[in-house]
């Protein structure tokens, strides 16, 4: 008899990937089921970034193993999209390594850092990875409660009450995944002195800077950082990238160096063509940021719109690919009034306990539906 992993008994199977399955039974089934549950954006890249891959592909090395590094070229590119956007210097050489994809960087990160027993500091509500991740390298999650009273931030003197002595690592998210709070680079700077203080490695996951924010940060700004902090970021959302899993993590060599003893033994370099294509993208203007976020500003009038026929609040001021409601008064499971409107009205958006039990009281609709399917949803109510 052959059993699994012991560290499988902690960990289920991604939310969405099993309702999904499920969705796409009933669209097989003729249902015309329209998914507004994931943030997988449905725009296109730039064509120069599609053009670049195109190019790449008749390169003499295009079909060989890359360096675990990825390109020169390409961590220079995404040093001088750090400088350009966010005002923060690194270093492409030692400060910077490609990721195929943040979601990679979250597993590396943990494996490079936590020993079996070690705490981690788990944001509630907040992306379901982390603490799967925890679970799988035999870590103790330690989640610190958001909540919209504080606008989805740390509450520190709840957290200077905990018993920190075991806590190695902390995963912030700004901007906030699900709830599109922004964050502030103050709150940037107590998170630091926090870390500083508690020996805790922080790390802030940043993908969605650059979706509906006229205000782009990074935790990186914040004077003496690097010490304690590193951050990821994604070309997915801002590029329309998603399928082609091109991230990075960015801090102090030495935390770098660490994380890529772990991705050099995991995978054997990312592909030649998308790193070119990386490169161009990340060469994008305002204009690029401009044009998507007019499409996304249409998109979420519509979702506010149909939040309010479903009786739902949410804040007009929130930012990045999602709008995150709270359920109308007498409602009191989300995923039983997300089950509600999939079987009665055809229609799939994410309960928000599956970011955590502060999630319970809340949707959150994706903004990745083209606004024609946002109205067709409109008029079945």
């Known amino acids: 008899m052959i059993t699994t992993a012991r560290r499988l008994d902690h960990v ?30 449905d725009l296109a890249p730039a064509t120069a970034v599609m053009e670049a891959v195109q190019k790449a592909m008749l390169q003499p090395m295009a079909h060989q193993y890359q360096s675990y590094q990825g390109l020169p070229e390409l961590r220079e ?16 050489d030692s400060e910077i390594l490609p990721l195929m994809g ?9 494996m490079a850092f936590l020993n079996e027993g070690d705490g981690v500091l788990i944001p509630n509500p907040g992306y379901p990875t982390y603490a799967s991740v925890a679970n799988l390298v035999g870590a103790e999650s330690v989640f610190y409660d958001l909540k919209a009273g504080r606008n989805w931030e740390p509450d520190f003197e709840a957290l200077e009450k905990q018993d920190l002595s075991n806590v190695k690592l902390m995963w912030v998210s700004y901007p906030h995944m699900p709830t599109g709070a922004t964050g502030s680079l103050e709150l940037f700077e107590k998170l630091v002195a926090f870390a500083k203080k508690h020996h805790i490695l922080l790390v802030n996951d940043n993908p969605y800077s650059f979706i509906l924010n006229d205000n782009p940060q990074s935790i990186l700004q914040v004077e003496g950082a690097k010490e304690v902090a590193l951050e ?21 060599s030495k935390l770098i160096q660490a994380v890529l003893k772990v991705k050099s033994n995991m995978d054997s370099g990312m592909f030649y063509g998308i790193q070119k294509g990386a490169i161009e993208a990340l060469k994008s203007d305002a204009a690029w ?53 999939l079987y009665d009205k055809d229609v799939f958006i994410a309960p928000g306990t599956i970011f955590g039990s502060n999630g319970e009281g809340y949707i959150r609709f994706s903004l990745c539906v083209e606004e024609a399917k946002i109205k067709e949803i409109l008029n079945r109510f």
């Open 12 to 41: 289920q199977e991604y939310y969405f990937s099993r309702k999904l399955r499920e969705v796409r039974a009933l669209q097989s089934a003729g249902k015309p089921v329209i998914n507004m549950g994931i943030g997988s954006p």
């Open 77 to 92: 590119a995404m040093a001088h999209f750090y400088s350009r956007n966010f005002h923060v210097m690194v270093n492409p």
């Open 102 to 110: 943040s979601k990679e960087g979250i597993l590396h990160i943990a």
């Open 232 to 252: 990821l970021n994604s070309l997915s959302k801002t590029f329309n990238m998603a399928g082609w899993r091109v991230g990075m993590v960015l801090g102090e």
């Open 289 to 341: 940021f401009g044009q998507q976020n007019e499409i996304y500003t249409q998109r979420r009038q519509l979702v506010f719109e149909l939040a309010q026929k479903l009786n739902c609040t949410y804040d007009e001021n929130s930012v990045g690919l999602f709008v995150w409601a709270k359920l109308p008064e007498g409602e009191t499971s989300a995923e039983a009034f997300v089950d509600r409107l």
